[in-house]
């Protein structure tokens, strides 16, 4: 079945950047959307960022012209790339994958940024 594993988090300077990678298992081509979630302490689990299996994207607002979700599937993994990163960026991401009628996630890598 898919699974999901994710890399890349860190602790990072306001400013800075970061690229997440979520390597992906059992196939990306049986996968419709792909997507990046993040969650804070405290507060819901968001979507940030979504891939279809068409190479369409789409940001939410408070990231949009800073990250980009992006994919290589010769290398079977996702990404995320961050940029100009902010304190209110500082969470857990969740890579996600969905494919009818299961979500399958992964286990989270935690961003921090920190002056």
């Known amino acids: ?3 999901l594993v994710e890399s890349g988090g860190g602790l990072v300077q306001p400013g800075g950047s970061l690229r997440l990678s979520c ?3 059992g196939g990306i081509f049986a996968i419709y959307r792909m997507a990046w979630y993040r969650q804070a302490p405290g507060k819901q689990r968001e979507l940030v960022a979504v891939i279809t299996s068409g190479g369409s994207t789409n940001v939410t607002n408070s990231v949009k012209g800073r990250f980009t979700i992006s994919r290589d ?3 079977n993994t996702v ?3 961050m940029n100009s990163l902010t304190l209110d960026d500082t969470a857990v991401y969740y890579c996600n994958a969905y494919s009818y009628p299961i979500n399958y996630w992964g286990q989270g890598t935690q961003v921090t940024v920190s002056s």
């Open 23 to 25: 390597a992906v298992s």
């Open 79 to 81: 990404y995320l790339q």
């Open 73 to 75: 599937n010769a290398k």
């Open 1 to 3: 079945q898919v699974k």
